[in-house]
């Protein structure tokens, strides 16, 4: 399966398993395990989104959202239940207007799982980190 590195952003081929001991970038020989969302802009986003295999959980909020804080640390909790099953991305709708445009974000925060660079679900509101597992596990 195809995974983009969370560091260098390159495509890797990983063979697919149940869980990993191990799983470095072939380029930047970084871990594939790191969960920590990535932040993403108009310049990468389709790039992470197209050359992935497993699903893309995008995270569309904006710093001034109170909603947005309070689910951000679910999120990255959430993250770390999945590594080289999915991976967890941010985009500041701030910063990043243009892509909020192109995926109708009118309520913030929005997650959109991602799956062969298509929009398969998407969701508004501030979820718990049960909820997010659950929304994730949905389509491994």
């Known amino acids: 399966m195809r995974v983009v590195c969370p560091h260098c952003k390159s ?8 869980s990993y001991a191990k799983a470095n970038c072939g380029k ?11 932040e993403l802009t108009s310049v990468n986003f389709d ?3 197209v050359n992935s295999d497993i699903p893309v959980i995008v995270d569309f ?10 689910m ?7 993250a770390k239940n999945f590594p080289l099953k999915a991976i967890f991305v941010k985009v ?6 243009h892509l909020g445009a192109r995926f109708g974000i009118r ?3 929005t997650i959109i799982v991602f ?3 298509k929009e398969l679900h998407r969701v508004s509101g501030a979820l718990d980190e049960t909820s997010l597992n659950k929304l994730v596990a949905q389509f491994l």
Do not use: H, Y
Not at 11 to 18: A, G, I, M, S, T
Not at 61 to 70: L, R, S, T
Not at 72 to 78: G, Q, R, T, V
Not at 92 to 97: R, S
């Open 28 to 38: 930047c020989k970084s871990s594939l395990l790191e969960t920590k969302p990535i």
């Open 11 to 18: 495509v890797n081929n990983v063979p697919q398993r149940d």
């Open 47 to 49: 790039e992470i989104i």
């Open 115 to 117: 799956k062969g660079g």
């Open 72 to 78: 951000a640390p679910n999120f990255e909790k959430s």
């Open 92 to 97: 500041n709708t701030e910063n990043e207007q």
């Open 107 to 109: 309520s913030i925060p």
């Open 61 to 70: 909020w904006a710093p001034w959202c109170g909603p947005c804080k309070m």
